[in-house]
Structure formats: C-alpha cells, structure tokens
T-cell receptor, first 116, second 110 residues
Framework: ETGVTQTPRHLVMGMTNKKSLKCEQH?????MYWYKQSAKKPLELMFV???????ENNSVPSRFSPECPNSSHLFLHLHTLQPEDSALYLC???????????????FGPGTRLTVL | EDQVTQSPEALRLQEGESSSLNCSYT??????LFWYRQDPGKGPEFLFT???AGEEKEKERLKATLTKKESFLHITAPKPEDSATYLC???????????FGKGTLLTVNP
C-alpha cells in the first residue's frame, strides 16, 4: 500500500452517463495529480493541484472535470465520455518543497474505466 | 519539449541472467530522474529517485545510475518476481510535471 487509495477500481459506463472517480491520500502531501494511462502510450498528465489550487490543466477535454475540496481528496467527474476515453486513470500525490528538487510522486492503484 | 525514451520496449531474460534497461532523456533543468515498477492492472510503484549525474542507488537486485543524458536500471540475477513494466520519468523546470517514457516490459523466465 502506498497511502493513496482510489475508488472504484473498475468502472463501466455508457457515453451518456455521469460518474465520478475518487482519490484519497493519507501521506500528508500537498500536491495531487490525475494521469491517464492508455495501452502503448506514456502516462499522460491531466491535472495538477497544489494546496487545493489547480496549477495545470494539460489540454484536457471539458468532459473531464476535476475537483479538489482539500489537500487529501481529489475527484474526477466524468460526463458524456467517448470510447477512446477508456483507460487506466491514476491518481498520485507528492510533497512539493520549493527548496528541494525532484519530489517523488506516489501512485494509487488506478481505476480501470471502460466506456461503451 | 521534454522527452524520455526507454529501450528496449520488451526484454525477456532467463532467471539469473543479468541485464540493463536504458532511459534516455532530454529534460530541461532536470530536478530528478525517477524509476517506477508497474505490475499489470496496478499503479506504478516507486523505486528510485536520482538527482545528479554520477549518482547511484541500489535496492535488492536493482541498481539505478544516472549520467547527463541517460539512466540505466541494472538488474542482477533477476528472479521471475522481477517481471513487470519498468517506467522512467524526468522532472524538470519549476513545475511539478513528470515526463514519462513508454516503459520496458521485463519478463523473467524460471
């Protein structure tokens, strides 16, 4: 266990559904991330939150909507997705320290999303 | 644009057959070079962070090294349980962004 949990672990949804992915970190970190992992492609960074503020939106379609109510919880709200959005969605957290470099990101187990 | 390239894409070894995985990077202002292990259907598991050229870190049968252009993950006398995808990522600049490679799928046969 890395201290980062994700629910649900598996999700099947239709293109007209609305669902949410949840991530919780128990590491006391101040930054949280959403990544998308598709077959044969590198992990793609989607969103970054630092101290609950969104600091990066990596050109992600608006059908993905992140929410970070506090530094321990992160949500990814999904609506009107496309079949090509099927992937493993990973949450990560890190302790960002402006005086040090290369802060390690710790990943959750991921949510396997299938869009029909 | 930052880039990380891993080779080979796949590597098959016999148990006990040592080898190395390569990670070539062009990351502006490198702050750290990371290695992760990922098992099928699971999230990446942190292995090492390397901060500067010449640095080496070891954990059990794994040793990671870093130069100014590439990093190597050396696997000594691997066992079947070392089978996984190994991911390399670089962090650069003043943001929190990691640039990942596509990974190397390692299979160790008994």
């Amino acid at each position: 266990e890395t201290g980062v949990t994700q629910t649900p672990r598996h999700l099947v949804m239709g293109m007209t559904n609305k669902k949410s992915l949840k991530c919780e970190q128990h590491l006391g970190h101040n930054a949280m991330y959403w990544y998308k992992q598709s077959a044969k492609k590198p992990l793609e960074l989607m969103f970054v939150y630092n101290f609950k503020e969104q600091t990066e939106n990596n050109s992600v379609p608006s059908r993905f909507s992140p929410e970070c109510p506090n530094s321990s919880h992160l949500f990814l709200h999904l609506h009107t997705l496309q079949p090509e959005d099927s992937a493993l969605y990973l949450c990560a957290s890190s302790q960002e320290n402006y005086e040090e470099s290369g802060d390690t990101q710790y990943f959750g187990p991921g949510t396997r999303l299938t869009v029909l | 644009e930052d880039q990380v390239t891993q080779s080979p894409e796949a590597l098959r070894l016999q148990e006990g057959e040592s080898s190395s995985l390569n990670c070539s990077y062009t990351v502006s202002g490198l702050r750290g070079l990371f290695w992760y292990r990922q098992d099928p259907g699971k999230g990446p598991e942190f292995l090492f962070t390397l901060y500067s050229a010449g640095e080496e870190k070891e954990k059990e049968r794994l040793k990671a090294t870093l130069t100014k252009k590439e990093s190597f993950l050396h696997i000594t006398a691997p066992k079947p349980e070392d089978s996984a995808t190994y991911l390399c990522a670089g962090a650069g600049g003043s943001n929190y962004k990691l640039t990942f490679g596509k990974g190397t799928l390692l299979t160790v046969n008994p």
